[in-house]
């Protein structure tokens, strides 16, 4: 993915954050983020192994403006499925339980990544279709 992204941009994917400790996230729910933008400890994606945030984050309104982080997220929906990653937090409080993060991606197998960029998912749809 990161090499298709440069070869499409001229600039490296940049990761920004990945794995995260239990204390790591106990302190962002403590100095920076409200409830509805971080996990607590224990319950961040960051911590599976399995996820990253891309580029720099503030807030999903400041980045989607963005016209350079805008054209990103844009291939990156269109185009993370193909190498296993989805955009784990897209449709807002009420489905995903967190505040949209264009910046956050989560690698999970082949036929969940495809299924979800079909059917337009999250991947707490992943859990609901599961437990139907």
């Given at each position: 993915?990161?090499?298709q992204f440069?070869?499409?941009?001229?600039?490296?994917?940049?990761i920004?954050?990945?794995?995260?400790?239990?204390?790591?996230?106990?302190?962002?729910i403590?100095?920076?983020?409200?409830?509805?933008?971080?996990?607590?400890?224990?319950?961040?994606?960051?911590?599976?192994?399995l996820?990253v945030?891309?580029?720099?984050?503030?807030?999903?309104l400041?980045?989607?403006?963005?016209p350079e982080?805008?054209?990103?997220y844009?291939?990156?929906?269109?185009?993370?499925?193909?190498y296993?990653?989805?955009?784990?937090?897209?449709?807002?409080?009420l489905?995903?339980w967190?505040?949209i993060?264009?910046?956050?991606?989560r690698?999970?197998?082949k036929?969940?990544s495809?299924?979800?960029?079909?059917?337009?998912?999250?991947?707490?749809?992943l859990?609901?279709w599961?437990?139907?």
């Amino acid at each position: 993915m990161a090499k298709q992204f440069f070869i499409k941009f001229g600039r490296p994917l940049i990761i920004k954050n990945a794995y995260r400790d239990y204390f790591f996230q106990k302190s962002l729910i403590d100095k920076w983020c409200d409830k509805l933008m971080c996990a607590k400890p224990w319950f961040s994606e960051h911590q599976s192994w399995l996820t990253v945030d891309l580029f720099d984050t503030s807030n999903n309104l400041s980045f989607m403006i963005d016209p350079e982080y805008n054209l990103y997220y844009k291939w990156l929906f269109d185009n993370a499925y193909k190498y296993w990653f989805i955009n784990s937090y897209n449709r807002w409080v009420l489905i995903d339980w967190y505040e949209i993060e264009p910046w956050h991606w989560r690698y999970v197998w082949k036929k969940i990544s495809n299924k979800l960029h079909i059917n337009w998912g999250t991947f707490s749809d992943l859990v609901l279709w599961m437990i139907r």
